[in-house]
């Protein structure tokens, strides 16, 4: 009966082959000889169909040995569309069109929702107790890997878990998880809005554990919560290694807020933890989205009460006492006693091995608020103003020697996994372009060492491939200042507002701000209307 199903599988797929095969061979003729009609075209239509009908036949009447060894598949690879730029949108409506007209080839609809799967070592849990796990889609034919971590802030003491439980249990508890998830953005099995990455496998690891993915403690007499984020990764790869990891080219660990600071504390360990087990052949890289926080002043100093108000640098000082927190060794090493460090980006980057790519907004929402600025729709004053600017620069000083980022003046939070994120642009280069151009480079210095080690691709020596840029920052000091930013509405009223009206909302003051700068007020508005 099995060898049965592999070769009606066998066929399937090399019937599908075989329509692919036929479509290229049509797409790739001469436009002239495609003219034809009658005569030899249509003779040669009959002989490929004829070839076509004897190679699924011949398929079908093999017997296919029974052994255990695993039988690879040809690499699928991600598309580079760098030619149809100009024109994705509708290349991606005819590619989904193609892949639509071919599915009477397959007998079987292809599932492109994320299954759950809870961890076979059950003693990893979440913050309640109840079992971790993740939710997965894999594609046979890839050896690329996609782990996302998913964020959600955290809680530092009992009372604010306690808190956190009453108000956000779906973050602590696995208890009511569905069964399947869709995929959004780098997430989406969709090539039309996840061009590069839409065919790898694809697993979303939901967020239960409350520590920035750090913890390695269970629940005890003394604590009713269990904290063990970092522990659940390690656990998830164990598992995802039973499921082709082990066979992997490339294993991309990103993260949005929490989640994106989860990835600079773990991404190393995950490459240590593949290389500890012999498989030194899986590469792999960070992507930090929304998650590079800063340890600087408020704009009004709070007592820490709770996880919104608490300074950052006192939260995750408790926060990592209550955990149990792990950070990367060589992090760790650097700060002794202070491991608190390491959960802020600039600080933690420099010591990473991995590669990673960092993706931040300028005016980050989360960012704000944890600097105790609330924008609740009434217009800010001019403390507030020069404090927010001030914001966007202290995150451009310690992104400057991020070789690999993309950092929009726009005022939101997270980013990958929005549905809109191709439509982001920094100095006319969207996010999937970018993400593309950073595999390049990569590929192109694992080529040139001739290595293919977990740590061999140093991010410091990352240079960019010719017309693909790596290092995208905008220069304009407004919120919002670039044209491309996600759009904004008034909290109160819920309207669409342009980016003047924004930044008026804003308490930005054209005609003062134009005295200042030296320049006509006309041209300041030109200006901010072309996000210069």
């Known amino acids: 009966m099995q060898s049965r199903g592999v070769v009606s599988g066998s066929g399937r797929l090399c019937a599908l082959s075989s329509c692919v095969l036929l479509l290229f061979i049509h797409m790739s003729a001469p436009a002239e000889a495609r003219k034809v009609r009658g005569g030899r075209a249509q003779t040669r239509r009959m002989q490929l169909q004829q070839m076509q009908m004897q190679q699924m036949q011949m398929q079908q009447q093999q017997q296919a040995p029974v052994h255990t060894e695993r039988v690879e598949g040809h690499e699928s690879f991600p598309l580079d569309f760098t030619a149809v730029e100009n024109n994705r949108d509708n290349f991606m409506v005819q590619i989904k069109n193609l892949a639509q007209s071919l599915y009477p080839c397959s007998a079987q609809k292809l599932d492109q929702d994320m299954k759950l799967h809870f961890l076979k070592n059950t003693s990893v849990t979440c913050n309640d107790g109840s079992p971790a796990g993740y939710y997965i889609k894999q594609s046979k034919g890839s050896r690329r890997w996609l782990l996302f971590l998913e964020g959600g802030w955290y809680c530092f003491n009992r009372q604010t878990c306690d808190r956190r439980y009453d108000t956000m249990r779906r973050l602590m508890s696995s208890a009511k998880w569905p069964q399947t998830r869709k995929g959004s953005g780098i997430l989406s099995p969709q090539p039309e809005e996840n061009p590069h990455w839409w065919n790898a496998n694809m697993v979303f690891l939901p967020y239960c554990s409350s520590d920035v993915w750090s913890g390695a403690t269970p629940n005890t007499n003394q604590s009713d919560y269990a904290f063990m984020g970092s522990l659940i990764i390690k656990e998830v790869v164990n598992d995802l290694l039973t499921k082709g990891l082990h066979n992997a080219k490339l294993l991309l660990l990103a993260g949005s807020s929490a989640g994106g600071t989860g990835v600079l504390l773990n991404v190393d360990h995950v490459a240590e933890q593949l290389e500890s087990q012999g498989h030194r052949g899986v590469q792999v890289r960070g992507l930090a989205d929304s998650g590079w926080f800063l340890d600087n002043k408020q704009y009004k100093f709070t007592d820490c009460l709770d996880t919104i108000s608490c300074i950052p640098t006192e939260a995750i000082k408790r926060g990592i006492r209550y955990w149990g927190g792990r950070v990367p060794e060589s992090c760790r090493q650097a700060h002794v006693g202070e491991e608190w460090n390491c959960f802020f980006g600039y600080k933690v980057y ?48 310690t992104l400057r020697q991020v070789p690999a980022m993309f950092g929009p003046a726009c005022m939101s939070h997270e980013l990958i996994t929005r549905t809109y994120w191709m439509d982001i642009k920094v100095k006319g280069t969207s996010l999937p372009r970018a993400l593309h151009c950073w595999d390049r480079s990569l590929q192109a210095n694992l080529h040139i060492n001739g290595s293919h080690g977990n740590h061999s691709s140093q991010k410091h020596k990352t240079s960019s491939v010719r017309g693909c840029p790596l290092h995208l920052i905008d220069s304009c ?52 209307n072309n996000g210069s």
């Open 350 to 397: 420099s010591t990473l091995k991995s590669p990673v790519f960092v993706v931040q907004w300028l005016f980050d929402e989360a960012q704000l608020t944890a600097d105790n600025v609330h924008l609740t729709g009434q217009p800010v004053h001019e403390g507030q103003w020069r404090y927010i600017q001030n914001l966007g620069q202290e995150l451009r000083n």
């Open 477 to 528: 000091p407004w919120p919002h200042c670039n044209p491309s930013c996600p759009t904004i509405r008034d909290q109160l009223t819920g309207q669409e507002m342009s980016v003047i009206q924004f930044l008026k909302h804003m308490g930005f003051d054209v005609q003062k701000m134009a005295k200042q700068q030296g320049m006509d007020p006309r041209k300041l508005l030109g200006m901010l």
